[in-house]
């Protein structure tokens, strides 16, 4: 008579499943250990040392330093208002190796055109203290943001922009920003962290193949489509970093695309650098001040680039080329 199975040895089933499950749990510690090593070699952090020699210099009234507290850390930010304390607000989350010093022209470029902005460095950057951590720049960036409605408690509009690895930053908070900003812009941003990570090298081209191991914590192109607020995204046909198809992809799945912008002939870093700045912001200052009433009719009725080149300079005229501008009512050439 054949004996049953003996209780001290499960059934095969059993120890196939119980298999299955510790190679799981291996992948996830493999997935999560390979993330980590790739986050600490992730971020460039940069000193400000325009800071180092003096102390910021608050008696000129167009530009204010100030400190806040983003868990136990402490950043660094430089805020510029306009003129007019309704005027509309700018809000940046900067890129890899940038810092406040990188900003400042921008800043004041944008205040001498009625735009007021702030500008923030995340843990270990400039002055901040603390290393940087997704996590952490997620804390950052929703305390900067509580910070930046307290500086522009007048503002008539406020729009929050990510450059570069900006974009990633940005969009992984938006949704919880309260109140909501008027609008967002992407320039030059990636529209998946891993595909990024791989393009730019953060992940060494041996390993590229495992870089779906990788969770991606900044999935640009799936967060423009929950964005409830009109976006401009803004890119360079010539940026060999960020490849034009990742803005693409990003303006592709926008929930509410107010444009996709592409430049001609501008590297990069274009938004920060002094001879590319004038052709590159206009479109950008053309959004912060269109979100008010009637110039948000002109642009979506697409009649509004008369009225902003006599305000800003035609910036198809400022060594920019033919830019491609695809609109919620569709695609038009400028």
Known sequence: MPSGPHPDHPPARYRWLAAAVGLGLAAGVARHLLFRAVERKAFVTPMDET?????????TPTVRHATFASGDRILHAASMPAANPEAPALMVCHGDNECL????????????AGIASYVFDYSGYGHSTGRPSVRRLRQDTLAAYRDFIGVTPQARRRVVLGHSLGSGILLDVARRFDPQPDGYVIAAGFSSARLAAVQ?????????????????????AARASKLERPLLVVHSRDDAVIVPPHAERVANSARHLHALIMHDAMPHNAAILP??????????????????????QA???GDDTRQDARQEGNWREAGNGADTLATAGGKRRQ
Not at 51 to 59: G, L, R, T, V
Not at 101 to 112: E, G, N
């Open 51 to 59: 800071s180092d020699a003096a102390p910021p210099d608050n008696s």
């Open 101 to 112: 010093s990188d900003w400042a022209p921008v800043q004041a470029m944008l205040a001498s």
């Open 200 to 220: 730019t090298g953060r992940v060494p081209a041996w390993a590229a193949w495992a870089a779906w191991l990788l969770p991606d914590p900044w999935d640009n």
């Open 275 to 296: 001879e590319h700045i004038a052709a590159f912001w206009p479109p950008i200052m053309r959004f912060v001040r269109a979100q008010d009433g009637n110039a948000a």
């Open 299 to 301: 642009v979506l009725a």
